[in-house]
């Protein structure tokens, strides 16, 4: 008996033992590695600056104790006020990485600056990062340097823009006032004084938490009562207090989105707001792509001055027209998935990398916009040509980026756009000839 309760006793430890060895054995292998990532910002607060459009940069740290081969961090943005959710995707950086990575910081931590614009939404925002099956998040907030901020939409109008579509007004800051009305005056600055012209009162809306972002129109549906000049624009708001200068033109002033990023004014049209994800990713496949090289921002230039005398007008149209809207929708639906495809295959960097993306997102341009081109005419006789003129256009373009020539820039690289959209008109054409031709083949 007493042998038998000894053999029991000592198999029981023995099970223990194997069972608590698992049990380590486990905590091991799982347990620092569910536990250790974490994600964090470099501030808690972002400022946002409207002169330049844009918040501070923001940098994302994160703390990686164990490195898994192939494993990308997921980060999605979430703000507090509204159904806005932003994706962003990186790698961990290594010596042959191209693109959004994280860069080694020491043993364990890692960090990227964030290129991700979150437009006016200020507020409270939080990042919620995946790691494999480990998760982690984390809060910042974007606001004003100032209480209280107050600007024009634009520096200078003309009075036709005035009488057509008024004065816009845009206001945000970091506190609230109690008052439900700003006060707003308006003085025409002479040599030695200010003259005031206007002054009204708006209805605001209180908004229970700050920082905000408004806009609003003054109309002026008899009579614009200003003339050319420079004007300061003045507000209160209960004991807030706010001004900025503005101007009146004779004429019509030019648009230069190419030194300061510009909306994509028909997309956002289109799609109802400038950070629909969409309108997003033509901004940045423009601003980091294309703006960021000499080539790049030489064709924009050129392009603009086209683009943004007509996009007004047709976004005037679209915001009017709901089935307008839904038409350009469907005409930028290829667009937007060729931009998609060329940021994954055009992976250089400098001006190789914006030659290529416009050489490959051109190309695809014209052989989806222009395709029923080719059936009625055969332009598969021209793509030789259309080749040699594309080299050529790329050598003159080099030629330009070395002697910093931007007459030469401006335009080569227009004809170098032009012939690549007409080599895939052309190779379309090439592929419906070898298509006829087989199916006449296949008949005789």
């Known amino acids: 008996m007493k042998r038998f309760f000894f053999i029991a006793i000592l ?32 501030k808690s607060v972002y400022y946002f600056n409207y002169d330049q459009q844009s918040h501070e940069k923001i940098r994302i740290i994160a703390k990686i104790p164990f490195i898994k081969s192939g494993e990308k961090i997921e980060i999605k943005s979430v703000y507090s006020k509204g159904p806005y959710e932003f994706n962003d995707i990186y790698s961990i950086c290594s010596d042959s990485s191209i693109g959004k990575c994280f860069a080694k910081l020491n043993d364990t931590y890692y960090f990227v600056d964030s290129d991700r614009q979150y437009g006016h939404l200020l507020g409270k925002w939080a990042l919620a990062a995946k790691y494999g099956e480990e998760g982690f998040s984390t809060p910042f907030e974007i606001t004003t340097p100032k209480p209280f901020e107050l600007y024009t939409s634009s520096q200078k109008y003309t009075i036709k823009q005035l009488k057509d579509a008024g004065l816009q007004i845009i206001f945000l800051g970091s506190k609230i006032s109690n008052q439900t009305k700003l006060y707003l005056e308006i003085f025409k600055i002479k040599d030695s004084a200010q003259v005031s012209i206007l002054q009204t009162e708006v209805p605001v809306e209180v908004l229970n938490e700050p920082p905000y972002y408004e806009k609003f129109p003054i109309t002026f549906p008899n009579k614009v009562p200003f003339d050319v000049g420079r004007y300061n624009i003045t507000s209160s708001w209960g004991d807030l207090y706010a001004s900025n200068i503005f101007e009146i033109i004779g004429e019509v002033p030019v648009v230069d989105n190419s030194q300061k990023g510009g909306g994509c004014l028909i997309a956002t049209a289109a799609y109802g707001s400038e950070l629909a994800p969409q309108v997003q990713m033509l901004r940045e496949f423009r601003d980091q792509k294309i703006m960021s090289t000499s080539s790049g921002a030489s064709f924009l ?10 996009s007004p007008t047709i976004a005037d149209a679209e915001r009017q027209n709901s089935h307008l809207q839904v038409i350009v929708k469907v005409v930028l639906y290829p667009l937007i998935g060729i931009l998609d495809i060329t940021q994954k295959i055009a992976v250089f960097e400098g001006e190789v990398g ?10 695809l341009i014209g052989a989806s916009y222009l395709w029923p081109l080719s059936l009625g005419y055969n332009f598969a006789r021209f793509y030789k040509k259309i080749i040699l003129v594309i080299v050529a256009a790329a050598s003159l373009t080099v030629l330009g980026i070395l002697v910093y020539d931007s007459s030469i820039l401006m335009v080569s690289t227009m004809i170098f756009v032009l012939s690549s959209v007409m080599l895939g008109l052309s190779l379309v054409s090439k592929a419906v000839t070898v298509l006829r031709t087989k199916n006449k083949r296949e008949t005789n």
């Open 11 to 42: 198999v029981t430890a023995l099970f223990m033992q194997a069972a608590f060895a698992q049990t380590e054995s486990k905590k091991e292998v799982v347990g620092p590695q569910r536990t250790g990532f974490e994600i964090n910002t470099d």
């Open 354 to 363: 914006s030659l290529s993306a416009g050489f490959l997102a051109s190309t």
């Open 301 to 310: 230039r050129t392009f603009n001055i086209i683009y943004y005398s007509i």
